[in-house]
């Protein structure tokens, strides 16, 4: 094979892995915190790129877009945590996923209601525009951008969750939510802060990717998917599952089209199948 | 006495389904006719995935898988062979049980989420197979069936005219699966499942081979799912991989909620409130699973238990 695709599809890899890396993070810190399988984060993304796409046809500026995406989303974020997920607090995990799938549903016929069926894209900002070349390989500048605003935000959350006394809560929270309760610390508010904070960094992912990929109303599906498999494969709750699972879920995606061509779609069922069974509770399990 | 109340609207309600078609045309429009005809298709499939989803407590998203299957079964023995109904369900049985005894054997390995979401793989897995292999599924294009027969094949065969007597065809399905359904249910081998789905280690405590019985459970589901499959594919004349997508998977759960699991009936209501309120609806407006979806939202924080699950509650209430 030659080098220079192989080079390729291993950076596109990377890309997507660091994107998917955003949405199954948030994904995976719910469900942690606030043992919520958030199927609409999919749709939070969806919004985002929509947003983001929104602002910058009307303004002309991306980096606007950018900000105001996450914004308008983290409202709607708080929206769905006060009305819809608090009442369910201590029910089956499997009523957080049933509703929030139900929310997915209503997101992605609103979004049609709204924007219509039509595919949009968001035009890439002057200075991103064209290639940078290394050895042989082609690359578009766009693409970088995305790798590097995605690692960047990675090590923000990272930092955060890991030096700050904020992060203490949070990481505290994932392991046992009652002793937290019985430090005198607002557990209600503490959720409704995640929730929102994630649901803003799903927004800011979709925004990002809109340039590169395309807005439409499939997208917060798809994306949920993939999103999914990554915290099932890392292991449900993990952080550092949802890195490691995001990496490995984007090379496959982006390998799996050049190896299994035609049948590239199968790879990322194949890997999950995989690591279920060889490692049912992910490959990265803190607990148990 | 509420026992006994529960089989008198049983009763009355199968009677209402045996008696409607008597009154087409002038109660019930042939266009009504066909779409009740799906909702009881669709009803089948339900009754079998709330032996597996509400009876033994593994939510599969990957049900889909099986419905399609039967989908293919059905296409491809009716343009190979014979369009002869029978030897195709017994076709699309066996093939289920040859694919559901490997993906039930590794997937009731799990349980929870997991087993939600390895179902899941697996049948996106069908369906990227039934996508990309044009050469026998025809890929996105799908297969066009020729009209389903019954008789004895190769010596006397019969049409199945629509939708008065597919009507009744179908309908004969239904009341034999629901009351496979019930025998299952109520059997010792039923109880177990419930057991399972209330505190899995207990029952291994008990000696039960745990694995084993929801393998069972598992066939027994994908089998209904499959019959209903070759109905389905009977009804459209056409199969197409979004059989197999997981959005079809998605749709038994969100009817099986809205009725009401573990009840048999309930998912087979939930099942005819989203098919006709969607026939409804998307007269209305084109986005209509707003609606259902906003309607979902709500049963799922007020009455988890689904519109069954409701009635019941009254009627305790009240007694």
Known sequence: ???????????????????????????????????????????????????????????????????AAPLAVGFIGFLIEFFSIRPLYGRPPLHHLLLTFGLSLMAQNAIKLIWGNDIYSIETPQILHGIVTFFGVYYPKYRFFVLGVSAALALAIWYFIARTRYGVVIRAGTEDIETLEAHGINTRRVFTAVFVACSALAAIAGAVVAPMRTVYPQMGVDIIIDAFIVVIIGGLGSIRGAVVGALILGQAIELGAVVLTGFSDAAIYIVMAAILLLKPSGLVSEST | MKKRLGIYLLAAGALFLILLPLASPTL???????LLTKVLIFGIALLGYDILAGYTGLVSLGHALFFGLGGYCAAYIATQYTTNLLPIVGFALVTAWVVGIVVGYFSTQTKDIFFVFLTLAFAQFFYLAAFNLTTITGGDNGVTIPKMTLGIPWVWETGIPRPFHFYYLVLIFFFLSYWICRKVIGSPFGQVLVAIRENEERVSFLGFNVHGLKIKSYLISISLASVAGVLFAGYQDFVSPGMIHWTISGDFILMSILGGMGTLIGPVLGGAMVLLLGDWLSSVTENWMILIGGFFVLMIIFAPNGVVGLITRNVRNSA
């Open chain 1, 1 to 67: 094979m030659d080098p220079a695709i192989l080079i390729t599809s291993i950076l596109h890899g990377l890309t997507l892995g660091m994107v998917l890396m955003l949405v199954a993070g948030g994904l995976t810190i719910i469900f942690g915190m606030l043992d919520v399988l958030n199927f609409a984060h999919g749709s939070l993304y969806m919004l985002g790129a929509y947003m983001g796409y929104t602002v910058a046809v009307s303004t002309g500026s991306f980096t606007l877009a950018l900000i």
């Open chain 2, 28 to 34: 019930i429009s042939p266009y009504y006719l066909d």
